[in-house]
Nanobody, 121 residues
């Protein structure tokens, strides 16, 4: 079994920063793209940022100059550094990773349980 465990969410004032972490564990042969998505109340889940196994990044336009994504492949962990947070960033943030559990298996998307980020004064 594969598990993704997120941490680092919480309450922060507008203009503040948070760093999210997501560690993958279990039966893992290889990890391709890792990323973060978010879902605000009453809205659909949306992409925040992704990072490929080669380090190529992709960001939603609304976060591009404020958020940074990175990964530690040795630890099977992806990070999201969020700066200049605004109330509209309030959402549940979900980690996603495309993982091949064993050799000769296909990559399958896995999701974390989500972590709440609330930006409010």
């Amino acid at each position: 079994q594969v598990q993704l465990v997120e941490s680092g969410g919480g309450l922060v004032q507008p203009g503040g920063s948070l760093r999210l972490s997501c560690a993958a564990s279990g039966s893992i042969f290889s990890i391709d793209t890792m990323g973060w998505y978010r879902q605000a109340p009453g809205k659909q889940r949306e992409l925040v940022a992704t990072i490929s196994s080669g380090g190529r990044t992709n960001f939603a336009g609304s976060v591009k100059v404020r958020f940074t994504i990175s990964r530690d492949s040795a630890k099977n962990t992806v990070y999201l550094q969020m700066n200049s947070l605004q109330p509209e960033d309030t959402a549940v943030y979900y980690c996603n990773a495309n993982i091949a559990p064993r050799v000769w298996t296909s990559y399958t998307p896995y999701w974390g349980q989500g972590t709440q980020v609330t930006v409010s004064s």
